[in-house]
């Protein structure tokens, strides 16, 4: 009985140390956002191996914690004036977005000959959980719809950084960068503050809850002026550690391997959903005036932790994505099954009274 809990300590130690070698290896080749990327890919590259690794209990809430409290404390007053400013707009892109959605869903429909429920719930750019919740009220599939999900946010994360990087388009913040210092008994109180607003947003099943909690939070201290403490690099690198290692364990050899046939359709659904997106994000930075690569974030269909990290690392307008993230999340989840019914479930009752 005391054999098992130590091989599991174990094992959650060797995930947190791989995770943490990938994160330092490519932090030192300068890749961007290296420590959540390195800790991806090792990860992932050692589940596809068929190794097993493990990460704790509570390890991607600690991350979300974290990087949502870091996020959070970016939003000044005239920053979240700013923002609010664009409301229209962000609401326009995510209804786009779901739009994006549907037409990647019909095309995964058409290729993989799946059903309908699993088809356009693995397109529509929202969380893992929710998708899977989702797909599951209508019979899909949720393997397929899980994995459909991990690969789009893997697309986004490991495609948009380098590509962001190399165009030079980085260090573009439209607003100043300020580094908060760092203050013991402020950060204890301050992560406190945002784990407990996490923690009753999950148990009212708020999607992203452990992120938008903190990062509420967060923002109302940053606002209110009274900053408790900085969240410092060191911490923000080990939450994205964590991120990238359980984002990796969702690439298990024996689970890929079982669902290689979708796979391709799949990535092909991924490629234009993530595609339209962009250019829509690139659209939008172009005709108001606001930096592409920072919008390109703002609409890209990663998920919201992914993509504000990313914008953090890159000072990229944080606080824009953030926002922009945060509406199409609401939006989703609120649409989401309305959507699916008018479009898949009336096609598919149009085909089957058309046959006879």
């Not at 994160?23 to 290296?34: C, E, I, R, T």
């Not at 598919?348 to 006879?356: E, V, W």
């Amino acid at each position: 009985m005391t054999q098992l809990p130590l091989k599991q300590i174990g094992l959650w130690l060797l995930t947190l140390v791989l995770g943490g070698i990938g994160g330092y290896g490519f932090s030192h080749l300068g890749v961007p956002l290296a420590w959540l990327l390195g800790s991806l890919a090792v990860v992932a590259a050692v589940g596809l191996c068929g190794g097993r690794l493990a990460m704790p209990p509570g390890a991607r809430q600690t991350g979300q914690v974290l990087l949502g409290s870091a996020i959070g404390l970016t939003f000044t007053p005239q920053v979240a004036a700013f923002v609010a400013g664009f409301l229209p707009i962000m609401i326009g892109a995510a209804l786009l977005s779901i739009g994006y959605g549907v037409l990647a869903g019909l095309a995964l429909k058409r290729t993989a000959g799946t059903d309908p429920a699993t088809a356009f719930f693995s397109s529509v750019p929202g969380g893992v959980v929710e998708m899977s919740v989702q797909a599951e009220r209508y019979n899909g599939d949720i393997s397929s719809v899980s994995l459909a999900q991990s690969l789009r946010i893997l697309l986004v994360v490991t495609t948009i950084p380098p590509i962001v990087t190399l165009l030079g388009l980085t260090g573009s913040d439209p607003f100043e960068l300020i580094v908060l210092p760092f203050d013991p008994l402020g950060f204890i109180v301050l992560v406190a503050a945002c784990s407990v607003l996490g923690w009753l947003g999950a148990r009212r099943k708020i999607a992203n809850a452990w992120f938008l909690g903190p990062m509420i939070v967060a923002v109302a201290v940053s606002v209110s002026g009274n900053v408790l403490s900085g969240v410092p690099t060191e911490l923000i690198n080990f939450a994205q550690v964590v991120m990238g290692a359980t984002l990796g364990l969702r690439y298990q050899r024996d689970r890929v391997l079982a669902l290689r046939r979708f796979l391709p359709p799949a990535f092909l659904s991924t490629v234009i959903l993530v595609g339209l997106n962009v250019l829509t994000g690139a659209a939008i930075g172009l005709i108001f005036g606001l930096p592409v690569a920072t919008m390109a974030l703002a609409i890209s269909p990663g998920g919201m932790a992914e993509m504000s990290i990313t914008a953090k690392v890159l000072h990229l307008g944080v606080p824009i994505v953030v926002a922009f993230h945060v509406v199409r999340i609401f939006l989703v989840i609120g649409f989401t099954g309305m959507v699916f019914k008018r479009v898949f479930l009336r096609e598919t009752k149009t085909r089957d009274s058309g046959a006879f």
